[in-house]
């Protein structure tokens, strides 16, 4: 016993990093390096401090060996802890038109607040003020380096962490009725985000990634980055060149058509392929 203790407290390097979460583990928030045993996502090891905190150098992150814990039976929380969360709308042709909108000649930009994150399998809830409540299915990108106002010729790819799952949940009423869309896009549990972050390198908005939304099942939102109106490096250009972008933060790259109302006992997923599925269900206040 007192053996099997000694090995699993032997930290080690972070030799690769393909994906991550956060998760409770003995009472705390834990990082949990997910790797796959017999096929199955499994966390074998904790990150001694935070990814989004290593400037870029995530090989020279801690680890601890830990007793082998599933993914789907670990108690998960949002992978990152955000300073902001900011969002692109109407990034997709046919979800911008499906509304009724014009097509944006520059990124429409908007913020969700960190008290908004819910982590995956957290339940959203339908507050009394909104009587319409869409699910919007997306890309999130995870930024791994500070940014601002990078050079016209330098490659941001560089900034970029990985990507993960996000639900850009909205109070589709209030965001017509009110100028400002705090309410519409900000309120507590309408920002789900995981279940996990894969590394940048694994997968390719650029050359397209499928993204997914299913309601109770069924196939609501079908898209692929490739249909992005701006172009991810556009995104990030855009907005650092008004603020600084930290580790840490997310960006949420808007939603493809398809969007509609959730009712309590629904439950949304969100799949980007090549990362995961983002679960959540749906109360009412
Ligand atoms: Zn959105």
Request: negative net charge; charged residues 25%; hydrophobic residues 40%.
């Amino acid at each position: 016993m007192l053996l099997l203790r000694v090995t699993e407290l032997r930290d080690a390097w972070l030799d690769s990093f393909m994906k991550y979460c956060r998760f409770q583990f003995n009472g705390e928030a834990q990082y949990g390096l997910v790797e796959s045993v017999a096929g199955r996502d499994s966390i074998l090891r904790i990150l001694l401090s935070a990814p989004e905190e290593s400037d870029g150098d995530v090989e020279g992150l801690r680890t601890r060996r830990i007793e082998p814990i599933a993914l789907e039976e670990a108690v998960l929380l949002p992978p990152v802890r955000p300073s902001k969360i900011i969002c692109v709308g109407r990034n997709y042709r046919d979800h911008a038109a499906e509304l009724g909108n014009e097509v944006p000649k520059e990124p429409l930009l908007f913020f969700k607040p960190s008290s908004s994150l819910l982590a995956p399998g957290g339940v959203v809830r339908r507050p009394k003020i909104s009587e319409r409540v869409d699910f919007e299915g997306e890309l999130c990108v995870v930024m791994g380096k500070t940014c601002y106002q990078p050079a016209s010729d330098e490659d941001v790819r560089p900034y970029i962490l990985g990507y993960t799952c996000l639900n850009d949940v909205t109070a589709r009423d209030l965001q017509k009725k009110d100028g400002q869309w705090v309410r519409a896009k900000g309120c507590d549990t309408f920002c789900p985000v995981g279940p996990v972050v894969v590394e940048a390198a694994d997968i390719d908005p650029w050359a397209g990634v499928g993204v997914e939304t299913r309601v109770n099942g069924e196939v609501r939102q079908s898209g692929n980055t490739r249909d992005f109106i701006f172009t991810l490096d556009v995104m990030i250009r855009y907005i650092a060149q008004a603020l600084t972008l930290f580790p840490g933060d997310l960006i949420a790259t808007g939603t493809p058509a398809g969007v509609g109302p959730v009712v309590a006992g629904d439950l949304m997923e969100v799949t980007v392929e090549g990362v995961g599925t983002l679960r959540n269900s749906v109360v009412d206040e």
